[in-house]
């Protein structure tokens, strides 16, 4: 991340020198988002949502552009598709609604320019940061409960995690200008997240006669839901206080593929 990073403010620099085709351009995109986090730790692509997303870019010349951008985004993810089988018998789920704003520097490989005959394509890599808001929830007696009320983890009140975080967003695409005016943009986004939250899942199981005390029976019964695998296929919970319930070193992220549809408004004309 730190190379890439480097590698789009040196490009930046070195590139200020080159032929300009300063501007602004205006986009939106429709596509898909998945998870990766303590829900989903085999990487596996069974729980597509859908994303969309609109944004802003500012070209300083044909190689470099900054870009603001707002994206929404649908996660979700099941321990029941998982083929690890202490998280089958974990048996815990979530969904979540994202929205993130988003800015990234963005750097061409190729000279680009709208309209060129020769430079109307190019690949590109971008990185930033992002801030999003995330509300997991869980499904239970046929309704959604949001999660992060519940301290489903112990967590004292007032000191559950914030719905609002930060992260860093970076990937790559491929542009193709249509016409001096549009152009479409095939593009993979990701995001690594400050926090380890946005599935609710990530340290260990609580003590839960504290929890219930707390928060109520629902929240110790959405804490460890091994209980209703008891005794269809488990002899006995797995929950126990301390015992490992996520990965609290490896922070969740997210990911999204759309497709833009990009419109270029040109060059600020300064009137003499």
């Known amino acids: 991340m730190k190379k890439l990073l480097f590698l789009i403010l040196i490009s930046f620099g070195i590139?200020?020198?080159?032929?300009?085709?300063?501007?602004?351009?205006?986009?939106?995109?429709?596509?898909?988002?998945?998870?990766?986090?303590?829900?989903?730790?085999?990487?596996?692509?069974?729980?597509?949502?859908?994303?969309?997303?609109?944004?802003?870019?500012?070209?300083?010349?044909?190689?470099?552009?900054?870009?603001?951008?707002?994206?929404?985004?649908?996660?979700?993810?099941?321990?029941?598709?998982?083929?690890?089988?202490?998280?089958?018998?974990?048996?815990?789920?979530?969904?979540?609604?994202?929205?993130?704003?988003?800015?990234?520097?963005?750097?061409?490989?190729?000279?680009?320019?709208?309209?060129?005959?020769?430079?109307?394509?190019?690949?590109?890599?971008?990185?930033?940061?992002?801030?999003?808001?995330?509300?997991?929830?869980?499904?239970?007696?046929?309704?959604?409960?949001?999660?992060?009320p519940l301290g489903t983890e112990g967590q004292f009140r007032g000191e559950e995690y914030y719905s609002t975080q930060g992260g860093i967003a970076y990937g790559g695409g491929f542009k193709i200008s249509l016409s001096y005016e549009w152009a479409i943009e095939f593009e993979l986004s990701a995001r690594h997240l400050f926090n380890d939250f946005l599935d609710d899942v990530s340290g260990v199981y609580p003590d839960f006669d504290d929890l219930e005390s707390l928060r109520g029976e629902t929240s110790v019964l959405l804490s460890d839901r091994s209980v209703e695998l008891v005794p269809d296929e488990l002899e006995s919970p797995i929950g126990e206080a301390g015992r490992q319930r996520g990965n609290s070193n490896d922070n969740d992220r997210y990911a999204t593929f759309g497709v833009s549809v990009v419109y270029y408004f040109g060059g600020i004309v300064c009137p003499y």
């Open 15 to 148: 590139s200020t020198i080159s032929n300009a085709q300063k501007g602004w351009e205006a986009g939106g995109w429709l596509g898909v988002s998945h998870y990766f986090g303590d829900l989903n730790t085999n990487y596996r692509i069974s729980d597509l949502g859908p994303a969309l997303g609109a944004f802003g870019r500012y070209n300083f010349n044909n190689r470099v552009a900054l870009r603001l951008g707002a994206t929404y985004a649908r996660v979700a993810a099941d321990d029941k598709d998982s083929d690890n089988s202490f998280e089958q018998a974990r048996n815990l789920h979530f969904r979540s609604n994202i929205f993130d704003l988003n800015s990234q520097f963005e750097f061409n490989f190729l000279p680009y320019n709208h309209g060129s005959r020769d430079e109307f394509f190019t690949p590109y890599l971008f990185a930033g940061f992002n801030v999003y808001n995330f509300n997991p929830q869980a499904l239970f007696n046929d309704e959604w409960i949001d999660l992060q």
